[in-house]
C-alpha cells in the first residue's frame, strides 16, 4: 500500500473516520496500532510478524533494563536487543551482499566456495523501524529514557503506519508521550497537513517520477551519452531522489498531523547547503541526528584530537552508506561524504566566530559548489543501482561511474538530444525551485499559507493542473522503499 494510490486515499479515509469517531485516545490508540499492522501487512504478512518479535524483544528489554541496578545486566540486556535488531538486518539485508563480495574475493585465489545464497525479500522499512528501536533501549540503558509499560503504545511507536516504511526515524522521547494524552488539531495544523500531503503528492507524481524516466534512460545507456547528457542525468537523478523521499516525509508528517501526532522534520532546502555540514543537517535530517548520536558521538566524536574525529567521520559515514542497502555503490557514496566532512573540517579548523560573513556573492557560490559536489555523490549513489540481492560488484559500479565521467568521447553534447533533456528537467522543476527560492529566502516551509488568497488559488491550480496533465499516476512505489 503506497500512498501515491487509491488504495491507500481509501485506507486512511476509513481509519481516519474511524478515528474522530473514537470518544478517548486510547480506543484512538488501538485502532491506529491495528491498521498499522494491516498496512504492514498489506506487502506481506510475514513482514509484521518480523516487525511484532522485533517489538516485543525490544519492549521486555527496555523493561528489564530500567529494573536492573546491575551494570553487567544492564549491559548484557542491551548486547541482547543490538544483537537481535543488527542480526535481522545481517540476514535479511546484508547476507547476500556479503556472502557474493567474499565468494568474489576468493574467486581471484582460484577459490570457488560451495553457494549459500538466500533466496529472500527485504521486508519493506527494517532499517527505518530497527533504528527506531535501537535508540529506544540505547536511550534506557543510558539513563536518558523511562521505559513506558504500556505494550499497545510501545507498539505503536514502532508500527505507526504514516512513517513505518520510509521514516522519519522517530526517538521514542519525541513519540510515546503522544500516545499517552489527548489530541488535538486546530485550523492552523489543518491547513499545514493539507499542505503538506498535497505537497509531498505533487513532488511525488509530478517531479520525482517524470525525472526518474530522464534518469534511468541516461543511466541505461552510459556508454553512448554525450557529456552534457550524462550531466543533465545526474542532475535529473538528484531532483528524483529528493522529491521522491521528500515527498514521502511530507506526506507522512501530514497524514500524522491531521491524527494529532507531530512527526519531526525530515528535509530543509538540502540543495542550499552551503557546505557538507551544512548539507547533512538539512538532508535526512532524523537519520543523520541518530548517526551523529548514537555512532559519531560515541565513537568519541571530535573529542580526542584530529585524526581520531577524522576516522570517526569517515567511519560514520561508511555505515551510513551501507545502511541505505547492500551494494558497493552505497559505500562508496558514504565515504565520500565521509571525506567531504573530513575536508570541510580540516579546511575550516582555523575559522572562529569571528570570521566575516560571506557576501551575498559568496555565498551564492558556495550554494553552487556544494551544489556539483553533491551531483558527484548522487552519481556514485545511482551508479549500477538495481534491487538488492542482484549483485554489484566494484568494478561494475566504478566501470559506469568512469563511463559517465568520460562520456565526452562521445561528444560534449550541445544537440538536440542535450537541448530536449535540459527542457524536460526545467519544466518539471521550475514550480519546485520557485516555491523554495521563497522558502529559502524567508526561512519559512509555510510562507506560501500566508500569501493572499488570489496567489494561494494560482498556485494551488498550477500544482492541480500539471499534475493531472503531467503527473505519473501509476503508483510508483517510492526510492527509499529498498532501504
Known amino acids: 500500500m503506497v500512498?501515491?494510490?487509491?488504495?491507500?486515499?481509501?485506507?486512511?479515509?476509513?481509519?481516519?473516520?474511524?478515528?474522530?469517531?473514537?470518544?478517548?485516545?486510547?480506543?484512538?490508540?488501538?485502532?491506529?496500532?491495528?491498521?498499522?499492522?494491516?498496512?504492514?501487512a498489506a506487502w506481506d504478512w510475514r513482514f509484521a510478524v518480523l516487525m511484532l518479535a522485533s517489538t516485543i524483544v525490544d519492549y521486555v528489554v527496555g523493561l528489564q533494563m530500567y529494573r536492573s541496578s546491575r551494570p553487567a545486566a544492564r549491559k548484557a540486556l542491551l548486547l541482547v536487543s543490538m544483537v537481535f535488531s543488527l542480526s535481522m538486518l545481517g540476514v535479511f539485508k546484508y547476507y547476500n551482499f556479503f556472502l557474493d563480495s567474499l565468494t568474489a574475493l576468493l574467486a581471484h585465489f582460484d577459490l570457488a566456495?560451495?553457494?549459500?545464497?538466500?533466496?529472500?525479500i527485504l521486508p519493506f522499512g527494517i532499517s527505518f523501524y530497527t533504528f527506531q528501536t535501537m535508540s529506544y533501549t540505547i536511550d534506557i540503558y543510558r539513563g536518558e529514557l523511562i521505559p513506558t509499560r504500556n505494550f499497545r503504545d510501545?507498539?505503536?511507536?514502532?508500527?505507526?503506519?504514516?512513517?513505518?516504511?520510509?521514516?522519519?526515524?522517530?526517538?521514542?522521547?519525541?513519540?510515546?508521550?503522544?500516545?499517552?494524552?489527548?489530541?488535538?488539531?486546530?485550523?492552523?495544523?489543518?491547513?499545514?497537513?493539507?499542505?503538506?500531503i498535497g505537497w509531498g503528492l505533487w513532488k511525488k507524481i509530478f517531479v520525482a517520477?517524470?525525472?526518474?524516466?530522464?534518469?534511468?534512460?541516461?543511466?541505461?545507456?552510459?556508454?553512448?551519452?554525450?557529456?552534457?547528457?550524462?550531466?543533465?542525468?545526474?542532475?535529473?537523478f538528484a531532483f528524483q531522489i529528493y522529491c521522491d523521499f521528500s515527498a514521502y516525509s511530507d506526506i507522512a508528517r501530514g497524514c500524522a498531523q491531521l491524527l494529532g501526532?507531530?512527526?519531526?522534520?525530515?528535509?530543509?532546502?538540502?540543495?542550499?547547503?552551503?557546505?557538507?555540514?551544512?548539507?547533512?543537517?538539512?538532508?535526512?535530517?532524523s537519520f543523520s541526528t541518530w548517526l551523529r548520536d548514537y555512532l559519531y558521538i560515541p565513537l568519541g566524536g571530535n573529542r580526542y584530537g584530529t585524526l581520531l574525529t577524522y576516522r570517526n567521520l569517515l567511519v560514520t559515514m561508511v555505515l551510513g552508506g551501507l545502511w541505505h542497502g547492500a551494494s558497493w555503490n552505497f559505500i562508496w557514496w558514504g565515504t565520500y561524504h565521509g571525506c567531504l566532512l573530513s575536508g570541510h573540517r580540516l579546511l575550516t579548523r582555523n575559522r572562529t566566530e569571528r570570521t566575516q560573513e560571506p557576501s551575498r556573492w559568496g555565498h551564492f557560490w558556495s550554494i553552487v559548489l556544494m551544489s556539483q559536489f553533491t551531483l558527484f555523490g548522487w552519481l556514485l549513489?545511482?551508479?549500477?543501482?538495481?534491487?538488492?540481492?542482484?549483485?554489484?560488484?566494484?568494478?561494475?559500479?566504478?566501470?559506469?561511474?568512469?563511463?559517465?565521467?568520460?562520456?565526452?568521447?562521445?561528444?560534449?553534447?550541445?544537440?538536440?538530444?542535450s537541448a530536449a533533456l535540459f527542457g524536460n528537467i526545467l519544466f518539471f522543476s521550475w514550480i519546485l525551485l520557485l516555491v523554495q527560492w521563497f522558502q529559502y529566502r524567508t526561512k519559512d516551509p509555510y510562507c506560501m499559507l500566508t500569501w493572499p488568497l488570489p496567489v494561494r488559488a494560482c498556485l494551488y491550480g498550477v500544482l492541480a493542473m500539471t499534475w493531472m496533465l503531467w503527473g505519473i499516476q501509476s503508483g510508483a512505489t517510492f526510492i527509499y522503499f529498498q532501504f
Open 381 to 417: 549513489f545511482r551508479s549500477t543501482r538495481k534491487s538488492l540481492y542482484q549483485g554489484r560488484t566494484i568494478d561494475e559500479s566504478f566501470q559506469q561511474i568512469m563511463e559517465m565521467l568520460t562520456s565526452y568521447q562521445n561528444g560534449f553534447g550541445f544537440n538536440a538530444a
Open 261 to 285: 501526532i507531530q512527526l519531526v522534520q525530515n528535509f530543509n532546502l538540502p540543495y542550499f547547503a552551503t557546505n557538507p555540514s551544512d548539507f547533512w543537517r538539512r538532508w535526512h535530517i
Open 154 to 196: 510501545f507498539a505503536l511507536f514502532v508500527a505507526f503506519f504514516p512513517h513505518l516504511v520510509a521514516g522519519p526515524i522517530m526517538r521514542a522521547a519525541d513519540l510515546i508521550p503522544q500516545f499517552t494524552r489527548p489530541r488535538s488539531l486546530n485550523q492552523p495544523q489543518f491547513a499545514i497537513a493539507c499542505w503538506l
Open 3 to 40: 500512498f501515491n494510490t487509491w488504495d491507500y486515499v481509501v485506507f486512511f479515509v476509513v481509519v481516519y473516520a474511524l478515528y474522530l469517531s473514537l470518544p478517548r485516545y486510547q480506543w484512538q490508540n488501538w485502532l491506529l496500532l491495528v491498521a498499522s499492522y494491516y498496512f504492514y
Open 209 to 236: 517520477d517524470n525525472m526518474a524516466l530522464m534518469a534511468n534512460h541516461v543511466f541505461s545507456h552510459s556508454t553512448s551519452v554525450t557529456w552534457l547528457e550524462a550531466y543533465l542525468g545526474v542532475i535529473a
Open 113 to 120: 566456495p560451495q553457494a549459500m545464497h538466500l533466496d529472500i
